[in-house]
Structure formats: structure tokens, C-alpha cells
T-cell receptor, first 112, second 111 residues
């Protein structure tokens, strides 16, 4: 069966520090991968999605970036965090673009 | 701009009652409409989904109704239970991979 992992589960970082969140999927090949951010009490904002290695589409201009160094690995990064980057970050995968998505457990990021 | 409007923002239902959550979209390129359930501190989980060539889909106590001409779809939870208390999100997907989510509905089922 397929499993999606995210780490860390929680993170507290000072403003201006770098960020690296990792997401890995097991049990499938060539998944479509997604990064979302969810503000408290709000919906999901699509940040990046990837249909293959090295293929990243950015949805929202910001100080975040994403990379896909391996087929089942998706990394969200920032060189300098802002207070507004605080939120719940979710990674998801799907078999097909536009199909049902399966979400990871999320990372709670607090920028202080 | 792609948008999905979800209502109500919050909903309180008595145990055994029917919970109804509505969503409306604008972009006719959307061709897949999933609903997700999210418990506090957890990632959303797929609940049920529908394609626009079907007007209704039922899975257990959960039913999606879809009105293509009105560009609206809704989730009905029959015999609502306290364990159904969660936040529910509708979404609309294009076959290009983009998903647009509604802002969510927080459902509270009172025992």
C-alpha cells in the first residue's frame, strides 16, 4: 500500500532563518506531488505541484521554492522565513494529474 | 480566476440529522470534484468524489449531488454522528493537475 511521510511534524523557526520540509511517498511510482499551505481555520492554498522529476509548477509568488530530486521525494524550502510563512504545510500525491489526492500528516510551522 | 465557494462556514447539527454543505464553481474546465474530511491537526482525507457526467453518488451515509448546469455540488451526510464532527472541504480539479479548494465547513454534531 502507498504511504506518504512528512517531517518534521512541528517546527519553530525565527524570522530570517532557512527552511527545509521533506515529503516522501512509498509504494507507488511517478506520483504527482503537491505542496499546500493551510492557515489557521482556512482552506488549502496550493503552493507547488510536480508531475515528474525536475518539473515544478509554482502557483503563488512567494519566498518559498520546491524541488523534486527523486521520483518520490518533494522538498519545500526557503532561504529566509517571514512571519507570514507560519502555517500548516501539507504534502499530497495523486496517481493522475487532477485525480484524488492523498495527504500526508502535515508540518506545523511557527515563525517567531 | 479559478474559485470554489463553499458554504456554510460552520454548521451545527443534532445527532441523527442531515448535514448539508454546498459548493459552487465558475471554471467549466473543472472535471473532478472530491470532498475531503479533516480532523484537527491531521491532513485531509478523501471522503467521496464525483465526475460531472454523474448527478449523484452515494457511499454509505455520504452523498454528493451534482448540478452541472448550475455549476454547484453538495455533500449530504445522513444520520450525522458526533464522530462526523470535522472540517469538510470541497475541491474542483482540472485534468492538468490543479486543485482548487473551498474554504472549508466546520461541522459539529451534537449528541
Amino acid at each position: 500500500s502507498q504511504t506518504i511521510h512528512q517531517w518534521p511534524a512541528t517546527l519553530v523557526q525565527p524570522v530570517g532563518s532557512p527552511l527545509s520540509l521533506e515529503c516522501t511517498v512509498e509504494g507507488t511510482s511517478n506520483p504527482n506531488l503537491y505542496w499546500y499551505r493551510q492557515a489557521a481555520g482556512r482552506g488549502l492554498q496550493l503552493l507547488f505541484y510536480s508531475v515528474g522529476i525536475g518539473q515544478i509548477s509554482s502557483e503563488v509568488p512567494q519566498n518559498l521554492s520546491a524541488s523534486r530530486p527523486q521520483d518520490r521525494q518533494f522538498i519545500l524550502s526557503s532561504k529566509k522565513l517571514l512571519l507570514s510563512d507560519s502555517g500548516f504545510y501539507l504534502c499530497a500525491w495523486s496517481v493522475q494529474p487532477g485525480g484524488e489526492q492523498y495527504f500526508g500528516p502535515g508540518t506545523r510551522l511557527t515563525v517567531t | 480566476q479559478q474559485q470554489v465557494k463553499q458554504s456554510p462556514q460552520s454548521l451545527i447539527v443534532q445527532k441523527g440529522g442531515i448535514s448539508i454543505i454546498n459548493c459552487a464553481y465558475e471554471n467549466t474546465a473543472f472535471d473532478y470534484f472530491p470532498w475531503y474530511q479533516q480532523f484537527p491537526g491531521k491532513g485531509p482525507a478523501l471522503l467521496i468524489a464525483i465526475r460531472p457526467d454523474v448527478s449523484e453518488k452515494k457511499e454509505g451515509r455520504f452523498t454528493i449531488s451534482f448540478n452541472k448546469s448550475a455549476k454547484q455540488f453538495s455533500l449530504h451526510i445522513m444520520d450525522s454522528q458526533p464522530g462526523d464532527s470535522a472540517t469538510y472541504f470541497c475541491a474542483a480539479n482540472t485534468n492538468a493537475g490543479k486543485s482548487t479548494f473551498g474554504d472549508g465547513t466546520t461541522l459539529t454534531v451534537k449528541p
